[in-house]
């Protein structure tokens, strides 16, 4: 999975939150597993 510039991630473990400014390759990995994407309407207070 690669991700793109804009999106965001959340850890449903801590909590973390990421917004991605550059794209690139992999899975973003928080408290040892893959972090959530956020929907438009989720992500939008982060944006």
């Known amino acids: 999975m690669a ?3 804009g999106e965001v991630y959340k850890c449903d473990v801590c909590g973390n939150v990421v917004s991605v400014m550059h794209e690139g ?8 597993q ?4 956020l ?9």
């Open 39 to 47: 929907g438009a309407e989720e992500a939008a207070p982060y944006k």
């Open 34 to 37: 893959d972090m959530r994407k």
């Open 25 to 32: 390759g992999g899975t973003l990995v928080c408290c040892g």
């Open 3 to 5: 991700t793109q510039k």
